[in-house]
């Protein structure tokens, strides 16, 4: 996850990034089975604050057998606890940089009839000039279970959002203060001046039922619809966005033993539309001047996909499935007289998934697999920021193989995820920016992109009446070699060139303790090595390390009402560095210095009706 500032996120998935000079592309991120992600590829995973999580799941590398088009992977967003309770929580936090958040969250009901209400606000005078931010977040969520057979589930959403954008840095103007906004370059306003900035407003709803029919099968069918309303008075444009979709998708499971052999598919559809308007004007000083483009994008896409699975003797497992993906963007200029109509239609192969799994032990399993990936580009990437229509972009497609082994020993205290890949990608899409700060795509032949992540943790004490109750450490490390393969543009070569913007070593690691008193801390180090700025290799980030600490308290005044007070510090060694980079931006203005040493401190109150002991 980086944030490039207060409010603007990208999420790298092996690479993922260098398709998102912001926001999330080449990931499909659904909300409770509602697709998040929108038909033209784009995911505003802003419009969520951090109360609206409650589990993920992420799937790295191509999903295609169950979650449609993508290279990067998939990430399951789910929202409602497991274990319901009604009461009412309150949480207040401030920090650095005049940072604070207040989170309000109601649940009536029982477990057959869940309501959970939560309003969130967030400000922040952000580290860098030209950053603040400010977030205002409305949710209501509903599960009722009809009978043994049928459970309905709801969801509603609003979200305003306002950041500001300071803009990429050229290395000699990091240097020299990082927390600077991007200035004015000859004719051209910086971003103060511009008044660079987001105004983000989005609605979304969404349906969703499950059914059981017998003990054989089961449906989960979902409809949703969603408004987003976007201004952005950017560096060289001011630009107005309006983009209403819909959508569905529709799982159908059927499970049967048949002799010793536990055998599930599952199988359905997924479709969406939207219906865009995009509009460009010069920004004279933060205020829309003469209109430069205007154009309708009607995009949809479907795909249909199956998977199988296997559960056979002597603990082997064998999962297989594929999918048909088809996606179009049409675009209408309405700038032009009279207007014109341009039409892109992607459509791919079957790609395959095929996975085997054998249980080593009754706690160890070891798994291969294999699954092609198929990408084709987003409406953001067919449209450049300047309105022209590209008519070239390809889509990307590539094969991944993966091997790994995973599971517990030593009396289950020590467990261990570890994982190797070899991941060949075609017309790998990679992003520009000019000197005027357009932003455009080019295919960069192919990429090598291999790897290992390793995941190992140890549970150093697990002991409910003991003072330390419990204690563990865990370790994450993953290793990247992505390179080009045969990339040559013009005259420029960059072959064998490292892949912009993924860290050939990444250590996150920590340490959990808690006690019985109430009292916990949580320790957190990472280290990400140099990252590659441009296809040429000419510019790096430089490697960082970052050690963070909280310290916190839980008392549980009665089996009803509890409450937790905690503070703590990041990038305690108060380390210079960039994250959030813009790869390949023209003037060498690559870098977003992410903030220095700060701190934060907040209170949680919480009232359950039906509740035993928070600490407990």
């Not at 000079?21 to 409770?32: A, Q, T």
């Not at 999903?63 to 789910?78: D, E, Q, T």
């Not at 699954?371 to 449209?383: I, K, M």
Request: proline content about 4%.
């Amino acid at each position: 996850m980086e944030e490039r500032s207060p409010g603007s996120y990208r999420l790298n998935i092996r690479g993922s990034s260098l398709r998102s000079p912001f926001g999330v592309r080449d990931v499909k991120i659904y909300l409770n089975d509602i697709p998040l992600t929108d038909p033209s590829g784009n995911t505003y995973l802003n419009q969520l604050s951090f109360y609206n999580f409650n589990s993920i799941e992420i799937i790295k590398g191509p999903a295609s057998s169950l979650y449609g088009a993508g290279i990067g992977g998939a990430v399951l967003i789910h929202t409602l606890p497991a274990v319901w309770h009604n009461g009412i929580s309150v949480a207040y936090t401030t920090g650095s940089f005049n940072t604070n958040n207040i989170n309000v969250n109601v649940k009536t009901g029982d477990t057959a009839r869940q309501n959970s209400f939560n309003y969130s606000h967030q400000t922040s005078d952000g580290y860098r000039q030209q950053s603040a931010m400010r977030r205002d977040i409305a949710t209501w969520e509903s599960l009722l279970k009809v009978n043994n057979k049928q459970t309905l589930h709801a969801y509603m959403s609003y979200s305003d959002l306002y950041y500001q954008t300071p803009g990429g840095l050229t290395l000699a103007q990091y240097n020299a203060d990082p927390k600077q906004a991007r200035p004015g370059a000859g004719s051209q306003p910086g971003a103060v001046q511009n008044k660079a900035a987001i105004y983000q407003k989005t609605f979304l709803a969404g349906f969703s039922n499950e059914y059981t029919f017998n003990d054989h099968w089961h449906n989960t069918t979902s409809l949703y619809g969603s408004y987003t309303d976007f201004i952005n008075p950017g560096i060289r444009v001011y630009e107005y966005r309006k983009e209403p979709h819909f959508g569905g998708r529709s799982v159908f499971e059927y499970k049967k033993d048949i002799g010793e052999t536990a055998f599930q598919l599952d199988f359905g559809t997924e479709a969406q539309k939207g219906f865009f308007n995009t509009r460009d004007y010069g920004n004279k000083l933060g205020v829309a001047d003469s209109l430069e483009s205007d154009d309708n994008l009607n995009n949809w896409q479907y795909m249909f996909f199956a998977q199988t699975n296997f559960e056979l003797p002597h603990g082997w497992t064998i999962t297989a499935g594929v999918s048909m993906n088809k996606s179009s963007i049409q675009d209408v200029n309405l700038i032009s007289k009279p207007s014109t109509t341009q039409e892109r239609i992607f459509k791919n192969q079957l790609p395959p998934h095929f996975a085997v799994l054998k249980e080593l032990t009754k706690n160890v399993s070891a798994y291969a697999s294999v699954a092609r990936g198929f990408s084709p580009p987003t409406v953001s990437e067919v449209l450049r920021s300047d309105g022209l229509f590209g008519t070239n972009l390809q889509p990307e497609e590539g094969m991944d193989y993966e091997v790994g082994i995973k599971g517990a020993m030593l009396q289950n205290k020590l467990y261990f995820d570890i994982s190797g890949f070899i991941f060949d990608l075609k017309n790998t899409i990679v992003q520009r920016i000019d000197t005027n700060g357009v932003y455009y795509y080019v295919n960069a032949g192919s990429t090598k992109q291999n790897g290992m992540e390793t995941y190992v943790s140890y549970q150093i004490a697990d002991h409910p009446s003991h003072f330390i109750n419990s204690a563990k450490v865990w370790v994450s490390y993953a290793w990247h070699d992505f390179h080009y393969g045969n990339f040559k543009q013009l005259t420029a070569d960059y072959s064998k060139n490292e892949l912009p913007g993924v860290a050939p070593n990444v250590v996150v690691s920590g340490l959990d303790i808690d006690s019985k008193v109430g009292c916990y801390m949580n320790v957190t180090y990472n280290y990400t090595d140099r990252i590659a700025l441009d296809d040429a290799n000419s510019a790096y980030a430089s490697s960082y390390n970052l050690l963070g600490i909280k310290l916190g308290y839980k008392k549980d005044f009665s089996k009803k009402i509890n409450a937790e007070i905690f503070a703590g510090a990041d990038n305690i060694f108060n380390t210079k560095y960039s994250l959030g980079n813009d790869f390949n931006a023209a003037a060498g203005r690559y870098y977003n210095a992410a903030p220095g040493r700060n701190y934060y401190a907040g209170l949680i109150f919480r009232f359950n009706k039906n509740a035993t002991n928070y600490t407990n």
